[in-house]
């Protein structure tokens, strides 16, 4: 079974803090996404990863920055933590992504607040 | 723009009842589409995967048809139960990119 692991499952951070958010997967897979989901908003996606040192920016990227040093390691960093960046922030794994058969896989989340 | 889209937001339906939730979503050329479950403050897990060359797909009783042509794909629960309460999210995958519908609530009256 892939697993897909978060650092935290709750925190909680005051405002100008930086955060790091980290998600780890075992099973080798190219692509790596964070997500944020809001009420009434659906998931959003912040940034995807597709290889080791490549990002791309997705939906919503300002405010966030990402490293991705080893390929099963997808890290998500506030810079500046803000009141609005309070959310539920979801890690994602997927093997390619262009085959028709892949699925993407889900972390347990994090729910951050902000102070 | 890919967008996807779920209707209703919310569903309320009577324990052992049949029952289809929607998606649809506006670009056909997608790889495959993809059914979650997501409980309340847990992440997402997916149910079934329909390639896009494929009309259907089943897995106990839940069925997964895709028509892409109209850009639709519906989820069937059979008999539903108190467990299937939860959030289902459509999604679609195109490339290394994965579109989410808001969702939809469903809670099953006991």
């Known amino acids: 079974d892939v697993k897909v692991t978060q650092s935290s499952r709750y925190l909680v951070k005051r405002t100008g803090e930086k955060v790091f958010l980290e998600c780890v997967q075992d099973m080798d897979h190219e692509n790596m996404f964070w997500y944020r989901q809001d009420p009434g908003l659906g998931l959003r996606l912040i940034y995807f990863?597709?290889?080791?040192?490549?990002?791309e920016k997705g939906d919503i990227p300002e405010g966030y920055s990402v490293s991705r040093e080893k390929k099963e390691r997808f890290s998500l960093i506030l810079e500046s933590a803000s009141t609005n960046q309070t959310s539920m922030y979801l890690c994602?794994?997927?093997?390619?992504?262009?085959?028709?058969?892949?699925?993407?896989?889900f972390g347990p989340g994090t729910r951050l607040t902000v102070l | 723009k890919q967008e996807v889209t779920q209707i209703p937001a919310a569903l309320s339906v009577p324990e052992g009842e049949n029952l289809v939730l929607n998606c649809s979503f506006t670009?056909?050329?997608?790889?495959?589409l993809q059914w979650f479950r997501q409980d309340p403050g847990k992440g997402l897990t997916s149910l079934l995967l329909?390639?896009?060359?494929?009309r259907e797909q089943t897995s106990g009783r839940l069925n997964a048809s895709l028509d892409k042509s109209s850009g639709r794909s519906t989820l069937y629960i059979a008999a539903s139960q108190p467990g299937d309460s939860a959030t289902y999210l459509c999604a679609v995958n195109r490339d290394d990119k994965i579109i989410f519908g808001k969702g939809t609530r469903l809670h099953i009256l006991p």
């Open positions: 670009d056909s050329a997608i790889y495959n």
């Open positions: 990863s597709y290889d080791v040192k490549m990002k």
């Open positions: 329909i390639q896009s060359s494929q």
């Open positions: 994602a794994s997927l093997r390619s992504g262009r085959a028709l058969t892949d699925t993407q896989y």
